[in-house]
């Protein structure tokens, strides 16, 4: 049986989406979405005093438990963290903003620790270990807080015109060209592709890190 936390960001989540579908009142639409998004990370970060699926996923966990990846998962917490927040970061400021990353103009790849600049979608067994391993734990939480104010702040900005718009292509040809996506998962740019802006505020930043939590709670009942 589904948690009521679940169950009721779920419900909110179908309100959101009839919102923006409709978008006869965009401030409503905004403030469920800021709600939603708020779930998603730490109470600390957000500062709306709401229940938080990452304090929940995280409490108890030592940094060497958030890198492992136990048997029959695919990924570490610390991996589903980053993936999350690279996703996020790339959608929002590329194709919804129209602006660089987070990632690039903080410098953020060498506060991490780490090379890998895409979204990780289709990474390789090897690969997914070795970011789990090396990434720096305190500075990923800080690169979090940082795509999550700037999301907030995007999506503040947004009016209905550019809500109803499809994402632009040559957004989608900056991002292929900034390697934010892999060859392998080229695919993705075809579904954004597809979407209005308001349909990218669905996925990735509320439903993407949604599933991607659901996947964490697992990962953490193996590690247990």
């Known amino acids: ?15 959101l989406r009839q ?6 009142d965009l401030p409503k639409a905004i403030e469920l ?11 600390d970060i ?47 400021n590329i194709l919804a903003a129209a602006s660089l990353q987070i990632l690039t103009q903080e410098d953020w790849l060498e506060r991490m620790g780490i090379s890998e ?10 690969s997914i270990a070795n970011l789990s391993a090396a990434i720096d734990l305190p500075a990923l939480q800080a690169y979090r807080s940082s795509v999550f104010r700037r999301t907030c702040t995007v999506v503040r900005q947004l ?24 060859a392998e998962a080229t695919g993705l740019l075809e579904y ?15 439903r993407h890190g949604f599933v991607h939590w659901n996947e964490a709670q697992r990962i953490k009942q193996k590690i247990r």
């Open 33 to 43: 979405f800021l709600c939603q998004h708020a779930m998603l990370y730490s109470a």
């Open 19 to 24: 919102s923006l579908e409709r978008l006869e």
């Open 46 to 92: 957000s500062q709306m005093g709401l229940w938080s699926f990452e304090d929940e996923i995280l409490e108890g966990l030592s940094e060497q438990q958030m890198r492992i990846i136990p048997a029959g998962a695919e990924h570490s917490i610390a991996w589903v963290i980053w993936h999350m927040t690279r996703i996020e970061d790339a959608t929002m």
């Open 159 to 182: 009016q209905v015109p550019e809500l109803k718009r499809k994402v632009d292509p040559a957004r989608l040809e900056q991002m292929r060209k900034a390697g934010v996506v892999r």
């Open 192 to 206: 954004w592709g597809r979407l209005t802006i308001s349909g990218l505020l669905l996925m990735p930043p509320t």
């Open 1 to 15: 049986m589904m948690d009521p936390h679940r169950k009721a960001w779920n419900q909110q989540q179908q309100l």
């Open 117 to 126: 600049q895409d979204t990780g979608n289709s990474m390789e067994p090897a």
